[in-house]
């Protein structure tokens, strides 16, 4: 997978799943892990997994809410964010060489036909 394989290159220890999470939780901030669960599409113990990872490299902290001590609410960590912005350079030049040679009438027709391919999908899933 190219995404992988080029964080790797630039010797940050990511994953696309947990970039994905680190995403979420910088634009939405603190969440509870359920709610977290429920926005990425991830069972539970999957979410678990991965903030398991992402909490022992300190970039993210898990808090108990002060209402309900049963819930966990995810932040991300300064740490989480300055690797965040990291990543994020390197998948902004993948989009971009993934983009090179295509123009955007191309890209229209892609989005629509996609759209399309979707939308039977979802109808055939009803």
């Given at each position: 997978m190219?995404?992988?394989k ?15 999470i680190?995403s979420?939780l910088?634009?939405?901030g603190?969440i ?6 429920e ?11 991965l ?6 490299k300190a ?5 108990a809410d ?5 819930i966990?609410?995810?932040s ?10 990291k ?10 060489s993934?983009?090179n040679n295509i ?6 027709i ?10 039977n999908?979802?109808i055939?899933?009803?």
């Amino acid at each position: 997978m190219p995404f992988n394989k080029t964080v790797s290159r630039a010797k940050l220890q990511i994953s696309s799943e947990q970039y994905q999470i680190l995403s979420f939780l910088k634009e939405r901030g603190a969440i509870s892990q359920t709610r977290l669960s429920e926005i990425t599409g991830k069972d539970k113990p999957s979410v678990t997994r991965l903030l398991d990872k992402l909490e022992a490299k300190a970039l993210v902290k898990r808090e108990a809410d002060a209402t309900d001590k049963r819930i966990k609410n995810i932040s991300i960590t300064g740490l989480g964010i300055r690797e965040y912005k990291k990543v994020s350079r390197i998948t902004d030049d993948l989009i971009q060489s993934a983009m090179n040679n295509i123009d955007r009438n191309q890209l229209l027709i892609f989005n629509s036909v996609l759209n399309n391919i979707l939308n039977n999908l979802a109808i055939k899933a009803n």
